[in-house]
């Protein structure tokens, strides 16, 4: 089996190239294990200082049998389940696609 690695990065982007950032240590996350495939995600915390705006980058890992002609689709989605949310300015939902061919 010819194995090969995908990885498709998702991020909300900041307002300021030059802002300075705080980032949290990436966590790996398995989402699938069979014989055919192994999908990841990493995550990590950004804080925007100069903005006072945190953001979330999710890093999709794909590794398997992936022919040049397929064509990869990633769905995601998630809520918050934390109490302390409660402005309505809040995303406390989301998904997203990610279409790589």
């Given at each position: 089996?010819?194995?090969?690695?995908?990885?498709?990065?998702?991020?909300?982007?900041t307002v300021d190239a030059s802002s300075?950032?705080?980032?949290?240590?990436?966590e790996e996350h398995n989402i699938l294990l069979t014989t055919a495939f192994r999908w990841d995600i990493d995550t990590q915390g950004i804080f925007d200082e100069d903005y006072g705006v945190n953001y979330i980058r999710l890093t999709h890992k794909?590794?398997?049998?992936?022919?040049?002609?397929?064509?990869?689709?990633?769905?995601?989605?998630?809520?918050?389940?934390?109490?302390?949310?409660?402005?309505?300015?809040?995303?406390?939902t989301d998904s997203?696609?990610?279409?790589?061919?």
């Open positions: 089996m010819n194995l090969k690695t995908l990885a498709a990065v998702g991020l909300l982007t300075v950032m705080r980032k949290s240590l990436v794909l590794t398997g049998d992936i022919l040049p002609t397929d064509i990869i689709t990633f769905d995601l989605a998630f809520d918050s389940k934390s109490a302390l949310v409660s402005k309505t300015d809040v995303i406390t997203a696609r990610c279409e790589v061919k």
